[in-house]
Nanobody, 125 residues
C-alpha cells in the first residue's frame, strides 16, 4: 500500500525560498514518476513539476520554470521540490502525487495513483 506524506510548507516572504518534501512509505515509490501539484484558494489544482523514475526527465509548469527544482532520493524514498524566488501567486496547498508509471503524464490527474494530503505554502508581503 502506498502512502505519501508531504512536509516543509510554511510562511515565506516574496523572494524567499522553501523546500518541501514527499516521503513514500513503500519502497516501490522508487519505481514511479512523481509529480507535484498545487491548488490555490478558489482555483483549480494545477501541475507544478514531474520527475520520471530515472530522474532523467523532468518537467515544470511555465509559471515555475527557472525558480523551482525537483529531485528525488530513492534511497530515502523521498522527492523534493525546491522553490526559490517565491511570489504570492505560488501560495496554495502543494500535493505530492505518484504517477501510475515510470514516466511523467503531463499532469494528467487520471494517471495519478496516489495523492498526499498536502502541505500549505503561503507567500505574503
Amino acid at each position: 500500500q502506498f502512502r505519501l506524506e508531504e512536509s516543509g510548507g510554511g510562511l515565506v516572504q516574496p523572494g524567499g525560498s522553501l523546500r518541501i518534501s514527499c516521503e513514500g512509505t513503500a519502497s516501490t515509490l522508487a519505481n514511479y514518476a512523481v509529480s507535484w501539484f498545487r491548488q490555490a484558494p478558489g482555483k483549480e489544482r494545477e501541475g507544478v513539476s514531474c520527475i520520471s523514475r530515472s530522474g532523467l526527465n523532468i518537467f515544470y509548469a511555465d509559471s515555475v520554470k527557472g525558480r523551482f527544482t525537483t529531485f528525488r532520493d530513492d534511497v530515502k524514498v523521498r522527492t523534493y521540490l525546491q522553490m526559490n524566488n517565491l511570489v504570492p501567486e505560488d501560495s496554495g496547498i502543494y500535493y505530492c502525487a505518484r504517477e501510475v508509471d515510470h514516466w511523467c503524464s503531463n499532469f494528467n490527474e487520471n494517471q495519478i495513483g496516489n495523492w498526499g494530503h498536502g502541505t500549505q505554502v503561503i507567500v505574503f508581503s
